[in-house]
């Protein structure tokens, strides 16, 4: 894995959270409760600032180990938050396949600045994680998130019935994918030496 994961584009940046970083995302949780509350919402404990100095070392592991990429969207001045963006379950083997979910703040939205952020965590997932398929699955009335998705190349396999329990419903799901056609075999095992 790399070492970091600090992505600056022309409006935002997309980073992993760092310690310090702590209650601008709890504060971010709480000021977009309501937007969130239809297609993922928001948890008690995510409205806490003790909740994330908890979790984002295991979110720094989790990158370290491969495992996840876990980011946020901030303002240029590097602290404000205004929305995640996560790659999740990264599966190597024969799969090189992860899932990306994303948010962003109600005050934020309708500006292109997911799309923004979202072009350069797949640049970084396919071109520094070297990963082989991206799937992002949305309910079908989430026409924005669709929208989003067909923008960024996302195409359409199917419907997964009854795919995620959100606000006490199994809600079907879309599912899309975008996979990388620059995507690197590999290399064989280094047997020099023996
Ligand atoms: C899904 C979600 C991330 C989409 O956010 P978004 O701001 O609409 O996405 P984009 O960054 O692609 O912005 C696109 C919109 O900005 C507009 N826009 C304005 N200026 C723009 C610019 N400079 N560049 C690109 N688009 C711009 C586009 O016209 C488009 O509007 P439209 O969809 O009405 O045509 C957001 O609605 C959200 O967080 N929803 C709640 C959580 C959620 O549903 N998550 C996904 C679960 S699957």
């Given at each position: 894995m790399p070492a970091e994961?600090?992505?600056?584009?022309?409006?935002l940046i997309v980073r992993l959270p760092r310690l310090e970083d702590?209650?601008?995302?709890?504060?971010?949780?709480?000021?977009?409760?309501?937007?969130?509350?239809e297609f993922g919402p928001t948890t008690a404990a995510e409205k806490a600032?003790?909740?994330?100095?908890?979790?984002?070392?295991?979110?720094?592991?989790?990158?370290?180990?491969?495992?996840?990429?876990?980011?946020?969207?901030?303002?240029p001045d590097d602290r404000t938050?205004?929305?995640?963006?996560?790659?999740?379950?990264?599966?190597?083997?024969?799969?090189?396949?992860c899932f990306l979910g994303y948010n962003i703040a109600a005050t934020h939205e309708g500006r292109g600045l997911m799309r923004e952020g979202l072009q350069a965590l797949i640049?970084?997932?396919?071109?520094?994680?070297?990963?082989?398929?991206i799937m992002a699955n949305y309910m079908p009335r989430n026409e924005r998130s669709g929208r989003l998705l067909q923008r960024l190349g996302f195409v359409v396999e199917g419907t997964a019935r009854q795919y995620l329990w959100i606000n006490g419903v199994?809600?079907?799901?879309?599912?899309?994918?975008?996979?990388n056609p620059a995507w690197r075999a590999p290399g064989l095992p280094n047997l020099s030496g023996l």
């Open positions: 994961c600090v992505l600056h584009t022309r409006r702590a209650p601008a995302i709890a504060a971010f949780h709480r000021s977009d409760e309501a937007h969130m509350r600032t003790e909740f994330w100095e908890g979790w984002i070392p295991q979110i720094r592991d989790d990158f370290y180990a491969g495992v996840s990429c876990k980011t946020f969207l901030y303002e938050v205004f929305g995640a963006a996560t790659l999740s379950s990264i599966l190597r083997g024969r799969f090189h396949a640049a970084f997932a396919f071109e520094e994680l070297n990963l082989h398929r199994w809600e079907d799901h879309v599912m899309t994918s975008l996979t």
